[in-house]
C-alpha cells in the first residue's frame, strides 16, 4: 500500500464517532493501492472509507442507507477533494450505485454490517433497550417500523421473528407476551417492549439484557438486513472485476453463515448431477481468503467491546461472468414486512 495523494492528512484525521471494527484486516484485505475504486458500502461514520483514502490514492464510493450518516460525511467529502463520492441507499443496489458513479467494474468492496454507535446511542432511533424513545429502529427513513410490526404481526409470526432471527429460546412466551400487552394499549416505545419482554424472559446476574434478542430480531427484520446482505454479496459478485476483493465483517451467527455458505458455494465448481452429467460445472467466481473468520485481537477488544463478535471473511474475485442464481436460498423462511404490516 502506498501513501494517498492530496488531502491525506485530513482524509486521515477528523473526529471518530464509531470506532471501525477490524479496520486493520479490512484495510489489509482490500488491498487498496493508486488509482482503485473501492465501494464502503456501510459508511456509517466513515472509519473504513477515511483509511481507504489515507492508505492509496485511489476514490471511494460511500453508500449507507442512512441520511444522517450521509450528511454526516460532508466534511470528509470535502478532505477528500474528489476522491470520495457518497450516496443514500441501500447496499443490495451497490452495483447500480457505481455505474451511476460512471464505473463498470471496481477493485473493492467491503460491508461493515449491522448498525453504527451513532444509531444505537441516539434514543429517538429507537434501537436500544437501555434508552427510551420510540420503537423505531429503521436505519433509513422510510417504511414501516418495529412499532408496526409489534403491535400488527399475528403472535405466531412474532414468535418465528423472534426465534429465527434473535435466536431467542424464549420466542413462543415473549410473542404472547407483547399480543397481551397491546391488546390494552399499543406498544410505542423502547422501554415499554424491553420491559415486556425481561418480565417473561429470565436472566441471571453477568447475562446479556434480556432483551437483547428479541431487539435484535425486530432490527433485522425491519431493515430486511439478510435480505439485503444476501443482495449485496450478488451485487458485489457483478461490479468486483477480476482479482477486486469483497471483505465482509458480520456481527452474529446469522450472517456469518450467509457469507460462509456464499462463498464456499462460489468458490465450487459443481458437477453435474447424476441425471444430467453432461452439465458443464460452472468456474468459481470467488477464491476465499480466509480460511477461518478473522476475529479481533486481545488489543482491539480491550478498546472496543463491539469486536467482540466481530467476524471477517474476504475472497478475492476470479476471472469467470458472475452467477445467474440470486442464492435467496441462504435466506431463512419468514412472512414479508410488508404482509406482515398490512393493513394495520
Ligand atoms: C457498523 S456501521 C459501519 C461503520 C463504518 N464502517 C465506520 O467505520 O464508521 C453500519 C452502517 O451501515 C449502514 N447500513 C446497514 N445496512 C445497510 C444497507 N442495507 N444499505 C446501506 N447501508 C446500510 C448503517 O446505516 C450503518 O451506518
Same mark, same amino acid.
Given at each position: 500500500?502506498?501513501?494517498?495523494?492530496?488531502?491525506?492528512?485530513?482524509?486521515?484525521?477528523?473526529?471518530?464517532?464509531?470506532?471501525?471494527?477490524?479496520?486493520?484486516?479490512?484495510?489489509?484485505?482490500?488491498?487498496?493501492?493508486?488509482?482503485?475504486?473501492?465501494?464502503?458500502?456501510?459508511?456509517?461514520?466513515?472509519?473504513?472509507?477515511?483509511?481507504?483514502?489515507?492508505?492509496?490514492?485511489?476514490?471511494?464510493?460511500?453508500?449507507?442507507?442512512?441520511?444522517?450518516?450521509?450528511?454526516?460525511?460532508?466534511?470528509?467529502?470535502?478532505?477528500?477533494?474528489?476522491?470520495?463520492?457518497?450516496?443514500?441507499?441501500?447496499?443490495?443496489?451497490?452495483?447500480?450505485?457505481?455505474?451511476?458513479?460512471?464505473?463498470?467494474?471496481?477493485?473493492?468492496?467491503?460491508?461493515?454490517?449491522?448498525?453504527?454507535?451513532?444509531?444505537?446511542?441516539?434514543?429517538?432511533?429507537?434501537?436500544?433497550?437501555?434508552?427510551?424513545?420510540?420503537?423505531?429502529?429503521?436505519?433509513?427513513?422510510?417504511?414501516?417500523?418495529?412499532?408496526?410490526?409489534?403491535?400488527?404481526?399475528?403472535?405466531?409470526?412474532?414468535?418465528?421473528?423472534?426465534?429465527?432471527?434473535?435466536?431467542?429460546?424464549?420466542?413462543?412466551?415473549?410473542?404472547?407476551?407483547?399480543?397481551?400487552?397491546?391488546?390494552?394499549?399499543?406498544? *410505542?416505545?423502547?422501554? /415499554?417492549? &424491553? +420491559?415486556?419482554? #425481561?418480565?417473561?424472559? %429470565?436472566? =441471571?446476574?453477568?447475562?446479556?439484557?434480556? @432483551?437483547?434478542?428479541?431487539?435484535?430480531?425486530?432490527?433485522?427484520?425491519?431493515?430486511?438486513?439478510?435480505?439485503?446482505?444476501?443482495?449485496?454479496?450478488?451485487?458485489?459478485?457483478?461490479?468486483?472485476?477480476?482479482?477486486?476483493?469483497?471483505?465482509?465483517?458480520?456481527?452474529?451467527?446469522?450472517?456469518?453463515?450467509?457469507?460462509?455458505?456464499?462463498?464456499?458455494?462460489?468458490?465450487?465448481?459443481?458437477?453435474?448431477?447424476?441425471?444430467?452429467?453432461?452439465?458443464?460445472?460452472?468456474?468459481?467466481?470467488?477464491?476465499?481468503?480466509?480460511? *477461518?473468520?478473522?476475529? /479481533?485481537? &486481545? +488489543?482491539?477488544? #480491550?478498546?472496543?467491546? %463491539?469486536? =467482540?463478535?466481530?467476524?471477517?471473511?474476504? @475472497?478475492?474475485?476470479?476471472?469467470?461472468?458472475?452467477?445467474?442464481?440470486?442464492?435467496?436460498?441462504?435466506?431463512?423462511?419468514?412472512?414479508?414486512?410488508?404482509?406482515?404490516?398490512?393493513?394495520?
Amino acid at each position: 500500500m502506498t501513501a494517498g495523494g492530496d488531502g491525506f492528512a485530513a482524509v486521515a484525521g477528523g473526529p471518530a464517532l464509531h470506532i471501525p471494527v477490524l479496520g486493520r484486516p479490512a484495510l489489509d484485505f482490500l488491498n487498496v493501492h493508486d488509482g482503485g475504486i473501492y465501494i464502503d458500502a456501510t459508511f456509517g461514520a466513515g472509519g473504513y472509507a477515511r483509511a481507504i483514502l489515507a492508505a492509496a490514492d485511489c476514490k471511494v464510493i460511500g453508500i449507507d442507507r442512512d441520511q444522517t450518516a450521509i450528511a454526516l460525511g460532508a466534511d470528509l467529502v470535502q478532505a477528500a477533494n474528489g476522491r470520495l463520492t457518497l450516496i443514500e441507499d441501500r447496499f443490495s443496489n451497490l452495483d447500480a450505485v457505481a455505474h451511476s458513479c460512471g464505473h463498470q467494474a471496481v477493485n473493492g468492496v467491503v460491508l461493515d454490517l449491522g448498525v453504527s454507535s451513532m444509531q444505537l446511542d441516539q434514543a429517538e432511533r429507537g434501537f436500544s433497550f437501555r434508552l427510551d424513545g420510540p420503537l423505531d429502529m429503521r436505519m433509513g427513513h422510510d417504511g414501516p417500523n418495529a412499532a408496526d410490526v409489534v403491535n400488527a404481526a399475528a403472535e405466531r409470526d412474532l414468535a418465528n421473528i423472534v426465534f429465527i432471527l434473535g435466536e431467542e429460546r424464549h420466542s413462543r412466551a415473549v410473542a404472547r407476551a407483547i399480543v397481551k400487552a397491546r391488546a390494552q394499549a399499543p406498544i *410505542r416505545t423502547t422501554r /415499554a417492549l &424491553a +420491559d415486556i419482554v #425481561a418480565a417473561v424472559v %429470565r436472566s =441471571r446476574p453477568g447475562d446479556i439484557h434480556p @432483551a437483547t434478542r428479541t431487539f435484535q430480531a425486530l432490527r433485522i427484520f425491519v431493515n430486511d438486513e439478510l435480505g439485503e446482505l444476501v443482495a449485496a454479496l450478488t451485487a458485489a459478485e457483478r461490479i468486483l472485476r477480476p482479482q477486486g476483493r469483497l471483505v465482509v465483517v458480520s456481527f452474529h451467527s446469522l450472517e456469518d453463515r450467509i457469507v460462509k455458505t456464499f462463498l464456499i458455494g462460489r468458490g465450487e465448481t459443481r458437477a453435474g448431477s447424476r441425471h444430467a452429467p453432461e452439465l458443464k460445472a460452472p468456474p468459481p467466481t470467488f477464491r476465499v481468503l480466509t480460511k *477461518r473468520p478473522v476475529v /479481533a485481537d &486481545a +488489543d482491539e477488544l #480491550a478498546h472496543n467491546p %463491539r469486536a =467482540r463478535s466481530a467476524k471477517l471473511r474476504a @475472497a478475492q474475485r476470479c476471472e469467470a461472468p458472475a452467477r445467474d442464481e440470486q442464492a435467496s436460498d441462504l435466506l431463512p423462511r419468514l412472512p414479508a414486512l410488508a404482509d406482515i404490516v398490512k393493513g394495520h
